[in-house]
């Protein structure tokens, strides 16, 4: 086989090959496009240790942050929005965020472990491990505080 002829082929097979590439990612993203918000699954790894942020909590917080996500297409839906909504929650330490094929919206949470509570008359406030402050939780305590409690007036 000359050697044009084989640069010949070998442009043919690549431009071929691009193709179907392109073809295939374009109909990944129109199947994806008709995927809807199905619901939501969402996970608080530590809810044993500490109980400040429910499923529902989370649930409620961003139905009033993004209203309904019910039948939405998947491509309306930014997770990464959501994650930091969800991470700018004063109790959350981290959050992951991601939507699977099926139009499942899955929310890993893990909750602060505060170390110290500070108690004032007028409210409070916990300190965790990384010396992050945040505030006394309405619908829930911790557990157990790691090293010590400290009551101020």
């Avoid at 429910?54 to 297409?73: E, H, T, W």
């Avoid at 491509?75 to 004063?90: C, F, L, M, N, Y």
């Avoid at 472990?113 to 965790?128: E, I, L, W």
């Amino acid at each position: 086989m000359k050697r044009s002829a084989r640069y010949i082929s070998a442009a043919f097979f690549a431009g071929l090959m691009s193709l179907l590439m392109i073809a295939a990612f374009t109909a990944g993203a129109v199947k994806r496009s008709r995927v809807t918000w199905d619901r939501t699954e969402i996970t608080i790894s530590d809810s044993m240790d500490n109980d400040f942020i429910s499923g529902a909590d989370i649930g409620a917080f961003l139905d009033s942050r993004f209203g309904s996500l019910k039948g939405r297409p998947v491509p309306e839906i930014s997770v990464t929005e959501i994650e930091k909504a969800v991470d700018g929650r004063s109790a959350v330490k981290k959050s992951e965020v991601y939507m699977t094929k099926d139009g499942v919206l899955h929310i890993d949470v893990v909750q602060r472990t505060p170390m110290v509570r500070f108690q004032k008359k007028d409210g409070g406030f916990y300190a965790d491990e990384d010396g992050f402050l945040f505030p006394l939780q309405k619908n829930g305590t911790a557990s157990c505080i790691k090293h010590f409690a400290a009551n101020s007036q």
